[in-house]
């Protein structure tokens, strides 16, 4: 691969989802075509890529083949085999590398690795059985989140202990095994900070941005986030010293959660880009789609500044879809649609953006208005 890729090269993404639909777009801004591999035809990637390559993630045959029409590879979400990406490894520069993939796949590896860069996270454990759950809780106190360390994302996979009555019970529920035991942090609010980071070295962080969830799916995210300066600065340190601890070259979004006495704890790291920076679409002039497609081609990162402040509002479910024409038709919210065909309870559809003067992001009131018909998914606390 020729650094930098060159316009009318060939980006490979490994993945369909609307991650993957966002950056072959910006990937066509810069002359690129992107070439999809989803797990099914239809996938909202396929719809604007150049390409598509279907079949099993780990079938060598079909992995030689895409790998062959691309010039350099990249993922837009961690569900993927990771030894297949070895193998495209072997073939083509795959970015982020294998190994980071592999870190942010296993709760109880990611765990270890944020620990052992001085990192701060919630207290945890790896639990194998009932007795090993049993010691966990003892040393780390309860409440206690479980979580499976493979496999789970928004929620699925996690339950929370409040009596040891009910470890048999939380354990056996729980699949695949190992387990991981964390402490349950009673934070004030959640944020996330988005960095990308170029062959060369050369970071890009955007502001430090707030994320509310309901029924453990993001719901809501603010940008910038509501918090004191100190903690915005102590999380753009942690992002930026997980991408260099990670020797990325790509995307990479650090989720984190803030304590009452200000501390910032890292949760959960994902190489790739991320739902808390759909804002960046609409309100930067390199959104995090664009900065991914740079990092990954070798092209130099600009500084991530907003010209806006911004609130994102996800389309979850058939019931926010349905509010889809009183969105559309409410001047100011910009409303993306994820091609998806089937709404089914919890599924991302698309999201809202609705965009505020640099320094004026209103409190909950004003931000409930602006979102005109989907308002009511604004929790009150924060005041204006
Ligand atoms: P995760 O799958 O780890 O991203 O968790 C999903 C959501 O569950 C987080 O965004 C939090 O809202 C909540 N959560 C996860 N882990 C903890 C924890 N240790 N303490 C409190 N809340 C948690």
């Known amino acids: 691969m020729s650094i930098p890729l060159p316009p009318n090269s060939t980006i490979g993404i490994v993945g369909g989802g609307q991650l993957g639909r966002r950056a072959a777009r910006a990937a066509a801004r810069r002359g690129s075509r992107c070439h999809a591999r989803p797990p099914a035809p239809e996938a909202p990637a396929s719809q604007v890529a150049a390409a598509t390559t279907l079949g099993s993630y780990d079938d060598p045959a079909v992995l030689r083949a895409f790998a062959s029409q691309v ?28 190994a980071a993939l592999r870190i942010s796949q296993f709760r109880l590896a990611e765990k270890s ?66 387990l991981i035991l964390e402490g349950f942090i009673d934070f004030t609010c959640e944020i996330s900070v988005i960095v990308a980071r170029g062959s060369d070295g050369q970071m890009s962080a955007f502001d430090t941005m707030e994320n509310a969830h309901r029924d453990h799916i993001l719901n809501l995210t603010y940008a910038p986030a509501r918090v004191t ?85 996800n389309l979850v479910g058939p019931e926010e879809l349905a509010l889809w024409p009183q969105i ?46 989907l308002g009511a998914a604004v929790p009150e606390g924060k005041q204006d």
Not at 71 to 98: H, Q, W, Y
Request: charged share 20%; glycine share 10%; aromatic share 6%.
């Open 71 to 98: 010039d350099v590879i990249t993922f837009e979400f961690e569900n993927i085999n990771a030894e297949g990406l070895d193998l495209l490894a072997k073939l083509r520069p795959v970015r982020p590398s294998p």
């Open 328 to 373: 559309v038709a409410t001047p100011g919210l910009i409303a993306h649609h994820y091609g998806k065909h089937e709404a089914r309870p919890g599924r991302k559809m698309g999201h809202v953006t609705r965009l505020f003067p640099l320094g004026g992001l209103p409190g909950p009131f004003g931000i409930a208005d602006a979102l005109g018909p």
């Open 229 to 313: 300066a100190e903690v915005a600065a102590a999380a753009q340190n942690i992002a930026r010293r997980v991408a260099e601890g990670l020797d990325l070259v790509g995307l990479l979004a650090v989720e984190m959660f803030v304590t009452s006495d200000g501390r910032v704890l890292a949760n959960e790291i994902a190489p790739r880009p991320h739902n808390s920076g759909h804002w960046t679409i609409d309100a930067c002039p390199a959104s995090q789609f664009e900065m991914h497609i740079r990092a990954v081609a070798g092209l130099p990162l600009p500084p991530a500044t907003r010209h806006s402040d911004a609130v994102m509002k």
């Open 113 to 178: 690795f944020l620990n052992g860069i001085g990192v701060p996270t919630a207290p945890w454990a790896a639990v194998d059985s009932v007795e090993a759950l049993q010691a966990a809780v003892r040393r780390i106190g309860m409440p206690a989140v479980l979580k499976t360390a493979r496999l789970g994302y928004d929620g699925k996979g996690q339950v929370t202990i409040s009596s040891e009555d009910e470890i048999p019970e939380a354990f056996a529920t729980l699949n695949p095994k190992p």
